[in-house]
Structure formats: structure tokens, C-alpha cells
């Protein structure tokens, strides 16, 4: 679904700054480049500080630590290279080239160990839920999780099922509630990993939860889960 900017205002001061953003000059007429929006997720279980660039353009700002998000940006649209390295290092860690389509909407996440750091660019389907509905997409970006399944406020049948890292399912269609538990559970044992709770599923939005860090971790960078909103309207 083609997405409806009503941050246009917040994203043409980000566009200004990060030079996403332009106008070409054709036969003496000005016509605007086509944009795509763009989430970018610090999924990768590391203390150290990093920034993401697309093309040669710093699109991380301010100090980009593990669980951080930022978007929706506008980007040109067309074939984008990006990259993520630590911070204030221009050398780059791990590269990905990636077609982004005009007026859709993607998700960058930086996955895996900072040894083994990889870049994970996900179509996001911004459809608008039917009424008295929400939508979710579970990720699995435990690199040591195993395979994990989502499940709603304990119904008797998993929102999305065994899913092995770096995979994910689509965006599925959930009740809109005031309050639910999100659990991530092992998909052979379903026993339950990590859980969200109290999570109001608002009518008519759209999120994703994933699963991050490491059961072999401790403090910030163990085993949990996390969600976000995606907003376009």
C-alpha cells in the first residue's frame, strides 16, 4: 500500500539535513524525485554505538544504540546502497543494495553479532487493518534464540509459528484490544521466552515485534522482545 505522509513537515527538515530528498531539473521543468519511506532498527546485540548510511549519507543522527529505531525517513527511491559501521568510523562493517519502490514503506534492521553484523531490509505492507482490527509481523533476531513463534494473549493457536532467525512472517490480522500479552515462545518446547505485557493493539494500526539479543547474554543485550509502531497515517 502506497503510504500517505503526514509528517511531511518533521520529514522535509530530515530530508534537508540527511539529503534524501531532492528535485531534478528536466527539459526546464521541475518535477520531484520519487521517495520511499524508511524505518531503520538497531537490532544487533552490541554495546558499541553505530550509523547507518544510505548511499554516502548518514542517515543515523543521534547516538544509535541497540533497540533503537528511527523513521520513517524519506528516501530516493530506486537501487540504494547502505551501510553500517561504527560510529564515527567510516569504515563499513557490512553492505546491502536494495531497490526501494516509490511510496512504499521498509524496514531496515541491523542484525546478528557485531562480529558477524548483517543488514535485513523488509517490505513493510501498510495496508489499513478492517475495522475493530489491528496487524503484526513477528521477526526472530535472536541470533542464539532457536526458532520462536508469537502468540496473542495465550489464544490456543500461535499468531505466527517457528520462525528461525532472520525469518518473519506477515503481517497477520489480530482483534484490537485495550490490553494483551505479546509471549514469544520456543517453537519446539512452547515455553514461553520472553513476554510484552500490557500492550494496548490499537484499531486500524499496524506493528511488528521481534525478538532480540542473546539467551547467552546478560543485562541490556539478553533475551527479550520488543515492538513498534508503524506509522504512516
Given at each position: 500500500?502506497?503510504l500517505s ?111 558477524n553484523i ?81 500492550v494496548k ?33
Open positions: 500500500m502506497k505522509f503526514t509528517y511531511k513537515a518533521i520529514a522535509a527538515a530530515l530530508v534537508l539535513s540527511l539529503g534524501f530528498l531532492s528535485c531534478s531539473k528536466l527539459d526546464g521543468n521541475y518535477e520531484p524525485i520519487q521517495t520511499s519511506g524508511l524505518n531503520i532498527i538497531q537490532a544487533s546485540p552490541t554495546l558499541d554505538l553505530l550509523d547507518v548510511y544510505v548511499d554516502n549519507t548518514r542517515a543515523t543522527a543521534s547516538d544509535f544504540e541497540f533497540g533503537n529505531k528511527i523513521g520513517y525517513l524519506s528516501a530516493y527511491s530506486g537501487n540504494r546502497a547502505f551501510n553500517v559501521t561504527k560510529k564515527g568510523n567510516a569504515t563499513s562493517l557490512k553492505s546491502l543494495t536494495y531497490t526501494l519502490k516509490p511510496q512504499l514503506g521498509y524496514s531496515l534492521f541491523v542484525v546478528n553479532t557485531l562480529a548483517e543488514l535485513l531490509m523488509l517490505d513493510d505492507d501498510l495496508t489499513k487493518p478492517a475495522a475493530g482490527k489491528a496487524r503484526i509481523r513477528f521477526v526472530n533476531l535472536s541470533p542464539d534464540g532457536g526458532n520462536l513463534s508469537l502468540n496473542v494473549g495465550g489464544a490456543a493457536t500461535d499468531l505466527s509459528t517457528n520462525k528461525a532467525f532472520k525469518e518473519f512472517s506477515a503481517f497477520e490480522t489480530v482483534d484490537a484490544s485495550a490490553s494483551v500479552t505479546l509471549n514469544i515462545k520456543n517453537a519446539t518446547t512452547s515455553t514461553i521466552e520472553a513476554t510484552i505485557p500490557g493493539l490499537e484499531e486500524g494500526k499496524i506493528y511488528t515485534v521481534y525478538a532480540k539479543g542473546l539467551k547467552s547474554g546478560t543485562g541490556d543485550l539478553g533475551f527479550s522482545a520488543k515492538m513498534f509502531l508503524h506509522s504512516s497515517n
